[in-house]
Each structure stands twice: as structure tokens, then as C-alpha cells.
């Protein structure tokens, strides 16, 4: 018996070693595992990065290019009516294609709202304009311009930024 009991403690031992050895390597794949989620969760927070920079970029477009405040940055002093649409209208297609290259990181949705305050914004300086003779005054343009916004509730600016805050929240 001398015999089988050594053999039996040898079978343990064995056992045991092998329990061992599949402890090891079950501790060296889940290390692995945890490395591999690290790894992506580095490549998804660099996207969730981008994806909040292009809308905070596209939220610094629609405060810009709100009417109200398109009119207060650009210089009105001894400029025509045609000078001043042909300004605000630089700017507002400038302020645009500043941002263009960031639709990528935005739902389409987004973007089309964004094309859609910007045209809205050229739709209505061109007909507030056309309603003066073209060598006036370019403060009749902004006193037009302001009077059109304090009077309707067609601001699409705002509508933008509230859509780019629910999108920022659903990232965050």
C-alpha cells in the first residue's frame, strides 16, 4: 500500500501543478483580454474626442452665424446695402467652410441642420436686402436685419444649438 499511497500523493501533486498551470494561463489570456479593451477603449475615447471637438466647433458656427450676431461682427460704418449683404454673406460661407472637413464626426442629421441654418441665414439677409435700394445706407441692411429677428421666432440658430447640446449629451 506504501506503493499506492505514493502514487496517489504523486497524482495530487500532478493535479495540483496542473490546476497551477491552468490558473497561469487563464490570468495570461484575461491580462491579454484587458489589454485589447484598454487599447480600443484608447481608439474610442480619441473618437468621442473628435466627435465633442467638431461640435463644439459647429456650436461656435451656430452662435456666430445667428443673425443678430453676424450683423453685430461685421463692420456696417460707411458701407451700401450691397456691400454689407456681399460681407455677411462672406463671412456666413466663410464661417462654413471653416467647419466643413468636421461633418464627418457628426451624425448626417446634424450636418444637414447646420446647411440648413447656414442657407437659411443667406435666404434671409438676400430678401431683407432686396427689399432696399442697393446704394443705402448699410445700417438700414442691420436695422432690417435686427427688426426681422426680434420680430419672428425664425431663428434656426437656436433650434441648432439645442439639437448640438442633446447630441453632446448622448456622447457624454
Do not use: H
Not at 82 to 100: A, F, G, P
Not at 109 to 132: C, E, R
Amino acid at each position: 500500500m506504501d506503493l499506492s499511497a505514493a502514487m496517489v500523493q504523486n497524482i495530487i501533486l500532478g493535479a495540483i501543478f496542473m490546476f497551477l498551470i491552468a490558473i497561469a494561463w487563464l490570468l495570461a489570456e484575461f491580462k491579454g483580454m484587458k489589454d485589447n479593451i484598454n487599447e480600443r477603449m484608447g481608439i474610442n475615447n480619441e473618437v468621442i474626442k473628435l466627435k465633442l471637438q467638431a461640435l463644439e466647433r459647429f456650436t461656435l458656427f451656430a452662435e456666430r452665424s445667428a443673425l443678430k450676431n453676424l450683423v453685430s461682427r461685421t463692420p456696417s460704418a460707411g458701407t451700401t446695402v450691397l456691400d454689407l449683404q456681399l460681407s455677411l454673406l462672406e463671412t456666413l460661407r466663410t464661417e462654413y467652410e471653416y467647419n466643413v472637413s468636421q461633418q464627418i464626426y457628426v451624425d448626417p442629421k446634424m450636418w444637414k441642420a447646420i446647411g440648413n441654418l447656414k442657407d437659411q441665414n443667406i435666404f434671409i439677409i438676400n430678401q431683407l436686402a432686396a427689399t432696399l435700394p442697393s446704394n443705402a445706407n448699410g445700417i438700414e441692411l442691420c436695422k432690417r436685419i435686427l427688426d426681422y429677428v426680434a420680430s419672428t421666432d425664425a431663428d434656426l440658430s437656436a433650434t441648432v444649438l439645442q439639437a448640438l447640446q442633446y447630441e453632446a449629451k448622448k456622447i457624454l
